[in-house]
């Protein structure tokens, strides 16, 4: 059974930093992009970044470029989110995600180009 597992979610003051791990097991994806969504209540499931099979390019959207980071180790079959300088308005679920094509380069922003989704971890900033 494919899982990925999302950790290191929780409460952090405005300012403050936190890194998600998100654990994939039942088969490797280190041929696969993989990428991080969020989703606050009311509002739909949003890209934050992606990061292409061999982990040299990462993407991003513009409101988190400079402060997060994505990152995968293949061996651990493990992915990463470092979050610095976060917002209010960054809480929210994030889920981690993967898509299905071999050596695929991340460059896919949409949640319909990700087949393989984890539960999420509840990220909370307060002001």
């Known amino acids: 059974q494919v899982q990925l597992v999302e950790s290191g979610g929780g409460l952090v003051q405005a300012g403050g930093s936190l890194r998600l791990s998100c654990a994939a097991s039942g088969r490797s994806f280190s041929r696969n992009a993989m990428a991080w969504f969020r989703q606050a209540p009311g509002k739909e499931r949003e890209f934050v970044a992606s990061?292409?099979?061999?982990?040299?390019?990462?993407y991003y959207t513009d409101s988190v470029k400079g402060r997060f980071s994505i990152s995968r180790d293949n061996a651990g079959n493990t992915a990463y989110l470092q979050m610095n300088s976060l917002k209010p308005e960054e809480t929210a679920v994030y889920y981690c995600?993967?898509?299905?094509?071999?050596?695929?380069?991340?460059?896919?922003?949409?949640?319909?180009?990700?087949?393989?989704w984890g539960q999420g971890t509840q990220v909370t900033v307060s002001s």
């Open positions: 995600s993967a898509d299905s094509h071999s050596w695929s380069s991340g460059r896919y922003y949409e949640t319909t180009d990700y087949p393989y």
């Open positions: 990061i292409n099979w061999s982990g040299v390019n990462t």
